[in-house]
């Protein structure tokens, strides 16, 4: 069974900062694309940033200089830090990974559970 935990969600006054860590647990024969996404209330989920095998990045034009994403291959990690946060950015952030478990199976998304970020004075 593959699991995603995600940490680091909390809350932080406007210019802030923060870190998100998600962790793949499980049997893991190889992690793809890593994205992380995030769900305002009332809102759709929408992609934030992805990361490739080969570290190319793609971010929403809405976070495009605050918000870098890396991840750490040895560590099954994929990590989100977060500058100049602003009361939009409030939401549930949720990590995805394109993950295939071993060599003969496909590759299937997997998602976390969620981490809340609020951002307010």
């Known amino acids: 069974q593959v699991r995603l935990v995600e940490s680091g969600g909390g809350l932080v006054q406007p210019g802030g900062s923060l870190r998100l860590s998600c962790v793949a647990s499980g049997i893991l024969f190889n992690i793809y694309d890593m994205r992380w996404y995030r769900q305002a209330p009332g809102k759709q989920r929408e992609l934030v940033a992805a990361?490739?095998?080969?570290?190319?990045?793609n971010d929403a034009d809405s976070v495009k200089g605050r918000f870098t994403i890396s991840r750490d291959d040895a560590k099954n990690t994929v990590y989100l830090q977060m500058n100049g946060l602003r009361p939009e950015d409030t939401a549930v952030y949720y990590c995805n990974a394109e993950i295939q478990r071993t060599l003969v199976s496909t590759r299937t998304n997997y998602w976390g559970q969620g981490t809340q970020v609020t951002v307010s004075s």
């Open positions: 990361i490739r095998t080969g570290d190319s990045t």
